[in-house]
């Protein structure tokens, strides 16, 4: 098991990575964190033995990515502004590749490490990420402009 | 056609985060300057980040809540997994896994021998040569009338 004081330590940045990742409410992302903790210290104890923070660090990201592609439901709340909802509407492997660059200031080799992919598929996922959050405001923006009888119904 | 220009969007997102060549990025921002398109492309991308830096920054500094707080054990658990692995002290363990790879591998090697000389043997060169080369005291004591060998 990991030190403790290492997972003290880790928690305010996970919480960030998890509520970026799932969105508002914030219980719904220290529900997930944990269970990542959970996950560290019951199902994989020696996963942390003699892990470096980095490394750790890294092992736990991929754990709440893991958890938010598999459990996290893509719904935003009623309250969320145009661009979390257009974070949420991203695909969670997309979003996650966006979160650990722009949020969390990993590098390309670092996020790529994370998300268990090579440096080009990240960098695809990164790309197609901004792509489609950039045409979601987009649209956004524009049934906002519109008349309220040509406003798009979804 | 100057492909040189060309900016795909991978290069861009790296151009973005920092992550070209610095010959590269110079390229890069020459077709920025002069390309609208890619100019509202890296607009778009950039209040994307700052949005999402100014949203989720200061969550970091925010307290932790109990919850997760209490969640995190004072000390470190015993493992029971890493326990049965290695028993009373990981270096002495350590050694007695080592060692026990070794002996597997004696094993094999043993048995991969033994298991030739029973061929050898069921094959009758071994026997044929030992009879071949030792007409021994046992065969001259079988050559002999009955009534001597009981002397």
Known sequence: MPHPDALTRFLPDLRRFAAALTGSPRSRADELVLRALRDVMVKAPEAGDGAGDDQLKRGLR?????????????????????????????????????????????TYEEAAQTLGVNRAVLIGRLAAARQLMARRLQEEARSDEAPPYLRLVK | MNFGRFVSDAELCGFLDGEVSAARASEIAAAVRSSPDLQRKLRAWREQSQWLRASFGRIAQEPVPDMLRQAVPAHRLPSVAHEYVLPPSAPVAQKYARGADIAIWKLLVISLIGLFLATALYAGGVVTGTQACAPTLIQKWMDQPKSLRGS
Do not use: G, K, M
């Open chain 1, 62 to 106: 991929a754990n709440l990515a893991h958890l938010a592609h598999v459990q996290v439901p893509r719904h935003p709340a009623a309250n969320a502004n145009a661009f979390e909802t257009a974070l949420l509407d991203l695909p969670s492997t997309h979003r996650a590749a966006l979160i650990l660059i722009c949020v969390e200031d990993c």
